[in-house]
T-cell receptor, first 110, second 115 residues
Framework: GQQVMQIPQYQHVQEGEDFTTYCNSS?????IQWYKQRPGGHPVFLIQ?????EVKKQKRLTFQFGEAKKNSSLHITATQTTDVGTYFC??????????FGAGTTVTVRA | NAGVMQNPRHLVRRRGQEARLRCSPM?????VYWYRQLPEEGLKFMVY????????ESGMPKERFSAEFPKEGPSILRIQQVVRGDSAAYFC?????????????FGPGTRLTVT
């Protein structure tokens, strides 16, 4: 079955620093989605990438979809305490199912 | 437009009892998905339903678990004879009718604890 791997599992960041989380799929994806889950909360949709090589930005967040549509990354610049949470990538392979990565849990040192 | 509703938010059951989890999708959404999340883990797909139809239940255990999405009323995830290993957060998500590739909107989840 489709496997989506996400690294790192944990990211401890100094406030103001940048970091990147990576997502890799064992199979080619039709699209990839990113979600954020705050502690004790539920996943909230951030963005969807569909095209090969696509790059999308949301303020300090930059999302990228690989050329082969098998990997993706989320880069956050100038980390703030509001960025705390777990970031999940989720890949879809034209079968209506999202396969979620295990997530990157981000903590921020003020 | 109300978001995805789930109830109860917290549910405690003794081993052997039944758990019923309810999910009302967003208005206009006809696709419902159930996921299970264990502590510090990602979400595991369980089942995908449309009104009155189970489209894909490949992620749901064959025994004790069942799901439905009737023509009227919420979607129900039913766990019979619960065991401690069923303790988890169960999230429901919905997406619109026209394209299943739209983002999924998640409910607040039901935290099930089996004692």
């Amino acid at each position: 079955g489709q496997q989506v791997m996400q690294i790192p599992q944990y990211q401890h960041v100094q406030e103001g620093e940048d970091f990147t989380t990576y997502c890799n799929s064992s199979t080619t994806l039709s699209n990839i989605q990113w979600y954020k889950q705050r502690p004790g909360g539920h996943p909230v949709f951030l963005i969807q990438l569909v095209k090969s090589g696509e790059v999308k930005k949301q303020k300090r967040l930059t999302f990228q979809f690989g050329e082969a549509k098998k990997n993706s990354s989320l880069h956050i610049t100038a980390t703030q305490t509001t960025d705390v949470g777990t970031y999940f990538c989720a890949g879809e392979k034209n079968d209506y199912k999202l396969s979620f990565g295990a997530g990157t849990t981000v903590t921020v040192r003020a | 437009n109300a978001g995805v509703m789930q109830n109860p938010r917290h549910l405690v059951r003794r081993r052997g009892q039944e758990a019923r989890l309810r999910c009302s999708p967003m208005k206009g959404h006809s696709h419902v998905y159930w996921y299970r999340q264990l502590p510090e883990e990602g979400l595991k797909f369980m089942v995908y339903l449309q009104k009155e139809n189970i489209i894909d239940e490949s992620g749901m255990p064959k025994e004790r678990f069942s799901a439905e999405f009737p023509k009227e009323g919420p979607s129900i995830l039913r766990i019979q004879q619960v065991v401690r290993g069923d303790s988890a957060a169960y999230f429901c998500a919905s997406s619109p009718l026209d394209s299943p590739s739209y983002e999924q909107y998640f409910g607040p989840g039901t935290r099930l604890t089996v004692t």
